[in-house]
Nanobody, 115 residues
Framework: QVQLVESGGGLVQAGGSLRLACATS????????MAWYRQAPGEQRESVAA???????SYANSVKGRFTISRDNAKNTVYLQMNSLKPEDTAIYYC?????????WGQGTQVTVSS
């Protein structure tokens, strides 16, 4: 069982920055992969950024160059640094973890970008 707790969402103006954090209940070393997803109203949930156990990262085309996923092994926390935010980035952001062939999700944190 893995618990994921997100924090850091909020309201920001276009062009601003936010940093999301996802704290895990187990050692991050034992988790196969972690990622951030988002879901806007009326839209399907989509992958935003991912980081493997080995540290390899990947990003959706829509956020490349603006978002950075990283992790702090000592704090068992994964971060999503979001810069140059756009109104279309408005969504609920979810933390995801893959552990022993099971998928785990956080409760979500709202990010709202005003124009």
């Amino acid at each position: 069982q893995v618990q994921l707790v997100e924090s850091g969402g909020g309201l920001v103006q276009a062009g601003g920055s936010l940093r999301l954090a996802c704290a895990t209940s187990i050692s991050i070393f034992s988790i196969n992969a972690m990622a951030w997803y988002r879901q806007a109203p009326g839209e399907q949930r989509e992958s935003v950024a991912a980081i493997s156990n080995g540290g390899t990262t990947s990003y959706a085309n829509s956020v490349k160059g603006r978002f950075t996923i990283s992790r702090d092994n000592a704090k068992n926390t994964v971060y999503l640094q979001m810069n140059s935010l756009k109104p279309e980035d408005t969504a609920i952001y979810y933390c995801y973890a893959r552990f022993r062939a099971f998928d785990y999700w956080g409760q979500g944190t709202q990010v709202t970008v005003s124009s």
